[in-house]
């Protein structure tokens, strides 16, 4: 094999090795992403049950985290809202206030029964949030969501894992090539 067929071999060796590990870590990161919607559609459909049946939303005072800033912590929050998008309790915080989402969440959830997002209300802070309808006595919204902090610090791990990976497979792999090539002679 001359050196020519070698740099060939190798870059469409490594091309393919990337879209591998590439794929590789899209699920995986995707795995995690999605995820981190669990604890807040189990909270948000709860609430939502509980707000359905004509519950007030004073439930909400029992949250075990107290009020949540935003901006420092990582605990689940909850915030519900009636049938036009207005505030009716809120265990978070964002510079004082309650954050509400933008007005195309609402429609979403209305439509489908639920919309599940990654909101940012602010910079540097990004949530996992579910945003359950409910209907029944009174019509409104249950909101609940979790900083994705933790979420993506491990995708980021994972990226410089999977770059790692890779750079290490596709050297073992041109060695192999070499390998081949020079018994071939």
Do not use: C
């Amino acid at each position: 094999m001359n050196m020519n067929s070698l740099i060939k071999k190798s870059v469409f060796l490594a091309v393919i090795l990337a879209l591998v590990f590439g794929f590789a870590y899209t699920l995986a990161q995707q795995v995690m992403r999605q995820s981190a919607n669990d604890a807040p559609t189990v909270i948000a459909r709860d609430a939502a049950a509980k707000l359905a049946i004509g519950e007030a939303p004073d439930f909400l005072r029992t949250n075990a985290y107290g009020t949540v800033d935003l901006a420092k912590s990582l605990a689940p929050f909850i915030i519900t809202f009636d049938g036009k998008g207005m505030v009716l309790a809120s265990t978070a915080t964002l510079n004082g206030q309650t954050p509400v989402p933008p007005e195309g969440v609402f429609a979403d959830a209305k439509k489908h029964g639920e919309d599940r997002v990654t909101w940012q209300p602010a910079k540097g802070v990004r949530i996992a949030a579910v945003l359950t309808y409910y209907g029944g006595s009174r019509e409104g919204f249950a909101l609940a969501g979790q900083s994705l902090q933790l979420v993506e610090n491990r995708a980021s791990s994972l990226e410089f894992m999977t770059f790692w990976a890779w750079l290490v497979t596709v050297i073992i792999a041109i060695i192999g090539l070499i390998y081949i090539s020079d018994r071939r002679r």
